[in-house]
């Protein structure tokens, strides 16, 4: 898998390929179709496969002060790319010039000049360009100009709705990460730095891993049973206070997983986190032996659920 600047020419092993188009934040079922499609059409072809995304997402760039939103990283929706059998993935640096790039622009300057597309493939509502002024009928149009195929694919539904980004944030906001994890195909996942904390956790008998939460959405604030991926590939179990420790003073919005059965040294280790259930919400407590009694009874049940 490449990481390709989508505003620099491709190099030519992967020029006419067929490029899935989209934002792919979440990567969830119908980000996956629109892929699939692509990968398909580039084997039956004998092309390279591309996934283009965008980086920043646009709405952080028109809306800047939207709180956190964003369900995957870069690094996170590379990995998922190439498991989908993607060659490459092409990040469209979204600033001042390609906001202000028209239609046509975008089209001629970034698909035609620098990717040398051989085909696209994009969701049917997909719109580019200058106050949007690019639709399907305009890069259709713009494919029988200059050469290359434009495929579409409809919306996904599950349970009567279209699968969205934002039915997955909906999802997350309510503390629901079980229906968060049928939209996405596998659970939302945090991934982040181990950081120096204050480590009150190892006093009563609960460490901790400390990860800023960065970029990523706010799920409902509480308890989580979790798996975790580390650096070198181990999968460990626990559960997880995400949120900002109403306990303790002053306040500091973390996610905290305490993994069952492990002892050893993650400070600075890249790590992913995964939310599969919600326990309760966060509490305040009245000294920490009630803090103690809670978490105890957290992990029972978080045990118990990934157990299941």
């Known amino acids: 898998m490449e ?21 792919f934040d979440g990567f969830h079922l119908g980000h996956q179709a629109v892929v699939r499609r692509a990968v398909a059409r580039a084997r039956r072809e004998g092309r390279p496969a591309l996934v283009a995304t965008f980086d920043p997402h646009p709405v952080r760039y028109f809306r800047p002060d939207t709180p956190p939103f964003r369900l995957t ?31 046509e622009a975008f089209v001629a300057e970034r698909l035609v000049a620098a990717l040398r597309v051989g085909g696209v493939v994009t969701g049917e509502d997909f ?5 949007k002024g690019g639709s399907i009928a305009t890069l259709r149009a713009a494919g029988e100009r200059d050469g290359f195929s434009v495929d579409t694919v409809g919306a996904v539904m599950l349970d009567g ?52 939460m960065g970029n990523y959405l706010r799920p409902a604030y509480g308890i989580y049973a979790v ?26 919005e973390l996610l905290e997983p305490h993994f069952f059965d492990f002892s050893g040294d993650l400070y600075d280790q890249l790590i992913e986190v995964s939310l599969i259930d919600y326990l309760r919400a966060e509490a305040k407590f009245d000294g920490l032996d009630a ?5 105890d009874r957290d992990c029972a049940r978080a045990r118990e659920l990934l157990a299941e």
Do not use: C
């Not at 719109?127 to 106050?131: D, E, N």
């Open 73 to 103: 990283t870069l690094d996170q929706r590379e990995r998922l790319f190439a498991e989908a059998g993607a060659d490459a993935m092409v990040v469209f640096a979204f600033d001042d010039a390609f906001a202000h790039l028209t239609a």
């Open 127 to 131: 719109t580019y360009g200058l106050k």
């Open 161 to 212: 709705a279209p699968v969205s980004s934002t039915r997955i944030r909906e999802a997350l906001r309510d503390g629901d990460p079980r229906t968060a994890s049928r939209l996405l195909t596998r659970p939302f996942a945090i991934q982040g730095r181990v950081q120096h904390g204050d480590k009150l956790g190892r006093t009563i008998g609960y460490p901790t891993a400390n990860v800023d």
């Open 227 to 252: 798996r975790a991926r580390l650096a070198d590939g181990r999968q460990l179990t626990g559960a997880a206070n995400l949120g900002i420790r109403p306990t303790f003073d002053p306040p500091k």
């Open 291 to 295: 803090l103690v009694e809670q978490m």
């Open 3 to 23: 990481r390709l600047d989508g505003g620099s020419a491709v190099p030519a092993h992967l020029a006419g390929g067929i490029v899935a188009l989209g934002n």
